[in-house]
């Protein structure tokens, strides 16, 4: 009983002493809020004309065929302008503001799910009208695929070769800009 005695007349001196050295610690402060989400936006321009060439930012390169082939898987991306048929595109009608864009033997530009030959992402298929091969032209200039809802964006340089890559669209980002123009 002696031992219970002294072990609660112990416990009421620590907790008095407790309470004299003030309160509890302050809490840590709370985490700054997350940044906004900016999300992109802009009007569609329509596109219906044929023989169109696509001219990158840096405007000396064009969205091009590799080595002029019109077969299935050929690899799309830039190279120097030159104004043949593997770098002149036609437009049908796609989905919900999209189109389909025609390429070299009548096959279609379509989005990959994985970089390929050259870093791009950009190949031709036959034309399906998968959701890969519906694009917005944005009147800002930027090409929006609609498969992840991101933009054609110049990627990195090589020797008279650029990949295109997508990326999210960014009003600010200048390699996501083309010109679209008969030549």
């Not at 595109?89 to 379509?110: E, H, K, N, R, S």
Request: glycine residues 10%.
């Amino acid at each position: 009983m002696r031992n219970q005695l002294v072990i609660t007349a112990a416990l009421g001196v620590v907790v008095s002493s407790l309470a004299a050295c003030g309160s509890a610690p302050p809490p840590p402060p709370a985490p700054p809020p997350p940044p906004a989400v900016v999300v992109y936006a802009a009007d569609v321009k329509p596109m219906t004309a044929r023989k169109q060439v696509f001219h990158a930012a840096n405007g000396t390169q064009c969205l091009d065929v590799r080595g002029d082939n019109a077969a299935q898987h050929a690899t799309v991306r830039l190279a120097n302008c030159h104004g043949k048929e593997n770098q002149r595109w036609d437009f049908g009608p796609g989905t919900a503001g999209a189109v389909q864009v025609g390429g070299i033997g009548g096959l279609c530009l379509t989005m990959m799910s994985a970089p390929g030959a050259e870093g791009t992402q950009l190949e031709l298929l036959t034309c399906n009208g998968s959701v890969a091969q519906q694009f917005r032209f944005n009147v800002d200039g930027r090409i929006q695929e609609m498969s992840g809802k991101t933009c054609l964006t110049i990627g990195a340089p090589a020797p008279g070769v650029t990949a295109v890559v997508p990326a999210a669209c960014d009003a600010a980002n200048a390699t996501q800009v083309w010109t679209v123009a008969g030549q």
